[in-house]
């Protein structure tokens, strides 16, 4: 178990984690509608920060996304004692789209990635070691406090600062329009009317440690487990009976847990899909008595901020005995049984469960429980499973490697995909609909997987359907991945289809990619791999923290083997992808 | 209505990268989603993208979509009778 030392949420109803929850326990929320908003055509009712808090808020030298993560940091920072240039402490930051508002219309000079801009806001608050960025969509949140509990676990290092933080801007409003995904006026979470989402802007913090602080008899918030998966169904709508959430969960709690649990803090985006499916996932998992806590009905969907603050404030509600009330909520509206409330509900349980589901089919839970510190220190548990490296695939704009062997091919760049896939694997026409990134990895994925023995090779799998055999066994395969540009060429795309005031058409297809974990979803969706799918975002190729991560997920989890790599694609003609499977139990 | 149909399937080609299909592989009254073309969701969305695009109708929500969205025919009597453009 992992414990809890401080947290902090920033976000239009406060600046600390106690201004914010007594806002809520007021029944307040700063979801506002919104007409003609950055030229943005349609209104939208969302969460957004004033311009007198814009100004509070900026840090000098650091743009709105950096300040909104560096003020929140500082805050959390204030509420423990932690050396933050203590070799033994991490930064990992959970973001979708960092400082995407900046992207300039043409070139990226001055342009931060977000590995690159985790990395400027580590050196601002005094971290010596590297940042980990974590690119996961929606789940974003669950996922990065996730992998400070496993690196914690294993050992890597004693202390996490984790920071979840989105700014909302017409790039990502404009793309939730596109999927129709916006409600006009407040949303309602698991409610018969609701109509879909609000975005929110917020950073969230929270500090993870292996050594309880509290003194003896007091209790303290402590991190006991957690889950992600990829449900492989499809890239943006939830397997409809919510297989992936109902996964999560069921490898989340233990015996005995499900009594103990004082609620379930939601995803709750009220979306159609969304919050049918998590309603059909707590009733498999036998969790249709357990309170709900939605939360969205206060601060609208914060992207990368939600699943770290909405575990902040459960466990801030809890430590007065309280369910916050499920605003916006009226009459239920999903077919799965839930327990669901928009009145104030007192609990005498100390456990709660986050739950989140994202784009590209990932799907998260983590248990928190609060207990009595001990005063003394969790032993890291360093697992001593063997890894073994059996295939590797490399592809720049003008070569082709197969377990280092060079290939014969004659194209280059963005037409070299095209000819390996056209020579080499073919009978998946949704390659076309895909962007570069994601054909980068499936061609390299699929080319990995044949040196494997797995895959079918070119005129084997016309219906580009998977056979049957190898999709069973590769349930328990992560694909884990990491790049430094993002989504870079996705984000270029869909910036052109929002320019022009008079063209403003953004599309979908386009949009989806601006979430470059939607690769991951590429491939477990092709090959039917039901465990982690994670990309991070580093300011460089970091092959040690790489490999942390990577075995840090292989070994704390039960995933038998991981497709894992650098796949970076910052334009047509200049990527690379360099990809290999590691599995445990050789 | 027959260059209408054929323009929309240069543009459903386009719009969805149905890249290695022809305006004359895809038939008039051919279902585009389920069995015929193999259309999911965000296809759904982007056809709607398509009519807002090129022919001026605003459509709220996929939901009305659906019956529009049967086939190339049904897309082309309903840009008929609403196309501002």
């Known amino acids: ?586 | 209505m027959d260059e209408l149909i054929y323009a929309l399937k240069e543009q459903i080609i386009d719009a969805l990268n149905l890249e290695e299909m022809t305006p004359d592989e895809i038939e008039n009254d051919a279902p585009l989603f389920g069995n015929g073309l193999g259309l999911d969701s965000i296809d759904a969305l982007e056809l709607i993208v398509l009519l807002e695009k090129h022919y001026g109708i605003k459509l709220a929500s996929p939901a009305e979509g659906k019956s529009i969205f049967k086939s190339v025919s049904t897309i082309a009597e309903y840009v008929e009778k609403n196309r501002k453009k």
């Open chain 1, 1 to 586: 178990m992992i414990t809890v030392l401080a947290t902090n949420i920033t976000s239009p109803l406060g600046m600390t984690t106690e201004q914010n929850y007594q806002m809520l326990k007021s029944g307040r929320s700063a979801l506002k509608r919104y007409e003609g908003w950055c030229g943005v055509p349609e209104a939208f009712t969302a969460s957004l920060f004033t311009d007198e808090q814009r100004e509070a808020l900026a840090v000098e030298g650091c743009s709105r996304f950096e300040s909104l993560v560096v003020r929140s940091v500082r805050e959390a920072l204030t509420h423990a004692e932690v050396d933050v240039t203590d070799e033994r402490t991490v930064f990992i930051l959970s973001t979708t789209k960092g400082n995407v508002e900046m992207l300039p219309a043409e070139g990226s000079e001055g342009y931060l990635h977000p590995g690159e801009t985790a990395a400027k806001i580590a050196c601002q608050l005094g971290f010596t070691t590297q940042p980990i960025t974590v690119c996961n969509a929606c789940i974003s949140g669950v996922s990065a406090q996730l992998l400070a509990h496993r690196l914690i676990s294993e050992g890597r290092y004693d202390r996490a600062v984790v920071c979840g933080a989105d700014c909302q801007s017409a790039f990502i409003v404009s793309g939730f329009v596109s999927f129709k995904a916006l409600s006009p006026d407040e949303c309602r979470p698991f409610d018969i009317e609701r109509i879909g989402l609000n975005l929110g802007e917020a950073a969230s913090t929270i500090i993870l440690a292996r050594t309880s602080v509290a003194a003896e008899g007091k209790r303290e918030w402590q991190l006991v487990r957690g889950c992600t998966n990829n449900d492989a169904y499809h890239i943006s709508a939830p397997s409809p009976q919510g297989d992936g959430t109902y996964a999560a969960i069921m490898a989340t709690l233990h015996e005995g847990d499900r009594e103990r649990l004082a609620t379930v803090s939601v995803h709750g985006t009220a979306t159609m899909f969304n919050d049918q499916m998590e309603s059909k996932a707590l009733q498999r998992a036998g969790l249709s008595e357990v309170p709900l806590s939605a939360l969205k009905g206060y601060y609208g969907h914060t992207m990368g901020a939600a699943g770290v603050l909405e575990s902040i404030i459960t466990m801030r509600a809890l430590d007065d005995g309280l369910i916050l009330p499920s605003r916006g909520f009226e009459e239920i509206g999903v077919s799965g049984k839930v327990t669901i409330s928009n009145q104030m509900q007192t609990t005498g349980k100390q456990s709660f469960l986050k739950i989140i589901s994202g784009f590209g089919g990932c799907n998260g839970a983590l248990l928190f429980t609060r207990t009595e510190g001990e005063g003394n220190e969790a032993p890291a548990t360093p697992q001593t499973v063997l890894l073994a490296q059996t295939h590797s695939v490399r592809i720049t704009p003008s070569a082709l490697e197969i377990d280092g062997q060079p290939m014969e091919t004659s194209a280059e760049g963005k037409a070299l995909l095209t000819e390996i896939y056209k020579s080499r694997i073919g009978g998946y026409p949704k390659y076309y609909k895909m962007d570069m990134l994601s054909r980068l990895v499936f061609v390299a994925t699929e080319l990995l997987l044949q040196q494997e023995g797995k895959a079918p090779g070119n005129g084997q799998a016309e219906d580009g359907q998977v056979e049957s055999g190898q999709a069973e066994e590769a349930v328990d395969r992560a694909v884990i991945l990491f790049n430094r540009t993002s989504s870079i060429v996705a984000d270029r795309q869909h910036q052109q289809t929002i320019s022009d005031a008079e063209g403003f058409f953004p599309s979908p297809s386009v949009f989806v990619y601006t979430l470059p974990n939607i690769v991951t979803g590429e491939i477990a969706i092709k090959h039917g791999y039901k465990a982690e799918t994670s990309l991070y975002i580093l300011d460089h190729k970091d092959n040690h923290i790489m490999d942390s991560v990577v075995e840090a997920s292989l070994l704390q989890s039960d995933t038998q083997s991981v497709l894992t790599g650098w796949v970076d694609c910052e334009d047509e003609n200049k990527f690379e992808a360099e990809i290999r499977i590691i599995t445990k139990n050789i």
